[in-house]
């Protein structure tokens, strides 16, 4: 008589393969809800370098003077004792002569400015009184403006073009993950302490301590002709005051404005104001005398 195969319960045939199905929904489960590891950008320093030659390749390659342009927007200027809400036009041939019109709400003209590299005249048709000043910084301050570039830099700034405000070489960089985007620092001390580009080499925000501390933010990026530019400027110090900038409408022109589209006829009985204070007037009279 054959004997035969000894037999195993059948309980145990399907208890193994119950096993082995539990420990493998155990794996995928394990495997499915492992935590996600935080996205690292690739190399932040080689993509810093990346970033900063193309921001500049782009200056050189794309970025030219404007025979002339116009501009159009709006300004809220908000400080610790006083808001108001302007609307301005812009006009003028790079970097001066410029003409800006600043206008209340309602459309009254509030004044008429001429630009020049050397001076700049504002004109208020509403008491026929006309202001001068031998910088632009000096006349926006006593209108309530503070900013830390001049009118001429500002217009650069508004056109997305930095060759002659932000410096070519920097001493360091790091990648902040909360704005996405790389920061510069420069070598020494300079009026901009601190560039932000994104991660297509566009201006982000800049900010300085001289001659206070402040941040310029550049919003709402757009491109026109090779240009970077941006429909919504924030400008806050560390005086409490914010200026906000939107430009509703830019044009640019094949050749100059003519010299009278920039000029300004005052009326004969027009008195006109120094802005400068005594104490500089001397001073620039005395080093005027020396050089004579």
Known sequence: MKGTAPTHPSWMGSSTCLFACVCLVLLLF?????????????????????????????????????????????????????????????????????????????????????????????????????????????????????????????????????????WRDYLQTEYLPEERGYAFYPRGKKRVDKILLDGKSRVVSLSGKHPYEWTLERKDLTTRQGRVLSRRIELTTARDEELILRVKDFQTRTSPWPREDLRISLPPDTMVRSLTSPGQKREKQEQTTQED
């Open 30 to 166: 394990s495997s499915g809800c492992a935590p996600l590891q935080p996205e690292r950008p690739p190399a932040p320093r080689q993509k810093a370098k990346e970033v900063w030659r193309e921001f500049w390749s782009g200056q050189q390659q794309r970025v030219s003077t404007l025979p002339g342009f116009s501009m159009q927007g709006s300004l809220n200027i908000f400080t610790p004792k006083r808001n108001r809400r302007v609307t301005f036009e812009l006009w003028g041939n790079p970097p001066t002569p410029l003409r800006l019109h600043l206008r209340a709400g309602i459309g009254t003209t509030i004044s008429m400015w001429v630009i020049h590299s050397d001076g700049i005249l504002i004109f208020s048709p509403r008491n026929n009184r006309a202001y001068s000043a031998d910088n632009t910084a000096r006349a926006t301050q006593a209108l309530g403006l503070r900013l830390p570039f001049t009118l001429p830099e500002m217009m650069q700034v508004l056109t997305g073009n930095w060759k002659n405000i932000l």
